[in-house]
């Protein structure tokens, strides 16, 4: 088996431009829109890692991870522009963590447009792994 292809990929990080809402406009009145990248897998599990908690319950130890920490989190991560770890915007938002400034500034339904496009860029597409369960089943 020839891993040329395995070895030397094409590009690993992406990134894209969408416009979350109209509500965000530069001085001229231009609707800005936000700069996202593709995360790899190490990134996402180190998020879930940095988010999973350990309790112990009647002598057995649980895992839990919040999800919407880790929303938050993937957010923050992947988003260059704007840049939610920036001091201004911190403090504009009465915030010390980072990973709460997406929640003060973007109304739920933006939260989510940012996210399910952060989502497809690193590969979460959900056509495409219709499409390949539907190859393997036709194969």
Do not use: W
């Not at 929640?103 to 390949?132: C, Q, V, W």
Request: aromatic share 6%; hydrophobic share 35%; with cysteine.
């Amino acid at each position: 088996m020839d891993l040329y292809a395995f070895l030397n990929q094409v590009q690993t990080e992406e990134e894209k431009e969408i416009i979350v809402s109209d509500r965000f406009r530069d001085r001229d009145g231009n609707v800005i829109p936000f700069k996202i990248r593709s995360l790899s897998q190490n990134e996402l599990d180190d998020i879930v890692r940095r988010t999973s908690k350990v309790k112990m319950i009647k002598g057995l130890r649980v895992e839990s991870v919040d999800p919407l920490e880790v929303s938050n989190r993937i957010v923050v991560a992947a988003t260059i522009q704007p840049p939610f770890d920036d001091k201004t915007l911190c403090d504009h938002y009465g915030v010390l963590d980072p990973v709460s400034v997406p929640g003060k500034m973007l109304r739920p339904g933006e939260f989510n447009k940012l996210l399910d496009a952060i989502s497809a860029l690193s590969g979460y597409d959900e056509d495409a792994i219709e499409r390949t369960e539907e190859d393997v089943k036709n194969s």
